[in-house]
């Protein structure tokens, strides 16, 4: 049993099967071809994305940075040669696939344009969306970038390298930020309130 679950993989492959099992005990198989078990999916993933996406924006600010003063020197370099590259792997592209499969989910229920808009009754998704697109973009384009010069992934002086490292540890604090009114937008709108 220690040998499964010590491969990512296996267990992965292991969930994927308890949800299918769970879905046809439940007698969801039958209902593929329905455009609310697509949307349903859809929505499911996209909240897989976000728990992915903002658990590792969590992780970064509430464990990692504030750890790293902690560490010895010669320890450092595990965290930033090894696990936090991974760790930026998946955050970024969980970022890419929460703002994909939440935009697809928007216009399989027919509110994305209205949404976007910040239009009633979407307007508390609306916000929550807007928030995510900034937040997506600031990963793509503003934390990432700084974070291979930071990390030492792309070769820069020692100068740039400490500037990027601020750049990234403040834009992933106002990414934290936005997180908190953003999870509250997504619920609200789903609960019928704001």
Same mark, same amino acid.
């Given at each position: 049993?220690?040998?499964?679950? *010590?491969?990512?993989? /296996? ?10 099992? !769970? !879905?046809?005990? =439940?007698?969801?198989?039958? /209902?593929?071809?329905?455009?609310? +078990? ?5 929505? +499911? @993933?996209?909240?897989? *994305? ?6 590792? @924006?969590? $992780?970064?600010?509430?464990? &990692?940075?504030? *750890? =790293? ?41 027919? $509110? ?18 807007? @928030? ?20 030492? !992934? ?7 390298? #400490? ?6 540890? =403040? ?8 997180? !908190? ?6 619920? #609200? &709108? &789903?609960?019928?309130?704001?």
């Amino acid at each position: 049993m220690a040998a499964f679950f *010590s491969s990512l993989g /296996k267990t992965i492959i292991a969930g994927i099967v308890i949800l299918i099992a !769970i !879905i046809f005990i =439940m007698g969801a198989g039958g /209902k593929f071809g329905e455009h609310a +078990w697509w949307t349903f999916v859809m929505r +499911w @993933l996209h909240v897989l *994305s976000g728990i992915m996406w903002i658990g590792l @924006l969590w $992780y970064f600010n509430f464990v &990692q940075t504030p *750890s =790293m003063p902690k560490i010895p020197d010669a320890e450092k370099p595990a965290v930033s040669k090894v696990i936090a590259p991974a760790a930026l792997f998946w955050f970024r592209w969980a970022a890419l696939a929460t703002v994909i499969t939440g935009l697809l989910l928007a216009g399989m229920l027919g $509110y994305l344009g209205q949404a976007l808009m910040v239009s009633r009754p979407f307007h508390a998704i609306g916000i929550g969306m807007w @928030l995510a697109l900034i937040m997506a973009f600031n990963v793509w384009f503003i934390i990432w970038p700084n974070q291979k010069k930071a990390l030492g !992934i792309v070769t820069v002086s020692a100068e740039e390298k #400490a500037a990027a490292a601020r750049v990234a540890g =403040m834009t992933s604090r106002i990414n934290t930020m936005l997180s !908190i009114p953003m999870l509250y937008c997504m619920v #609200a &709108q &789903q609960n019928a309130g704001l």
